[in-house]
């Protein structure tokens, strides 16, 4: 159960949560040199990661992508550029992606940053919030990716859930699962919506939402 709220988008966030490429050859001597830059872009195509497509659950999310992007915003302090949502499912799973595409000014340390304006975001209610984002070794293409955990604790009653993210010269996306653990709940979370199966979820959906 999430923490009380001021606004209705941070307790659905709650309840959702509970870089860039270069090579350079250069030469001296009449040899000369190149500079090959990778560019990516985010869309939200009828399927992907093996998952279809939610059109009315991705028109319900208005307010927690709304606060998702703000987080966004503070991490990477974009420039302009566009934006895309959507929810995928399979089955009882359900994935939100958030996707920006474009300039962003802030490319260094992005996972403590991410951790920082996450948990600020969500520390606004009665609940004591931890999170902990770290960078993860395989993206699933360039740039870089991170993943992580983040539990609100409200009196005896604990939610986790997971994030993963990756961002790259012109793309940044967050993924996370549609539902969190309750601690004390007879439910188990299913082990996509734990953040090593996340990463395979976020690796599966940037292969086809990225290009």
Known sequence: MGPPRRKRGKGLLIGLL?????????????VGFYILRSSHEITTPRSAGGMTLDIQ???ETDETYEEMQRVIRSTIAPSGGDWVRGVYRDGDLGFLLIGYTGGYDQRDKLDSKLDFHLRNSLSLGEAEISTRIW???????DGDAFCGRVTAKLRSSYTHSSICA????????????????????????PPEYKVAGLQRVMRDLRADVES
């Open 166 to 189: 990756w961002a790259t010269r012109t793309t940044f996306a967050v993924v996370l699962p549609l539902g969190g653990k309750v601690a004390g709940r007879d439910a188990a979370e």
């Open 135 to 141: 960078q993860i070794e395989d993206a699933g293409g």
């Open 57 to 59: 659950a991705t028109g």
């Open 18 to 30: 509970a870089g860039g490429f270069a090579l350079v050859v250069l030469a001296v001597g009449g």
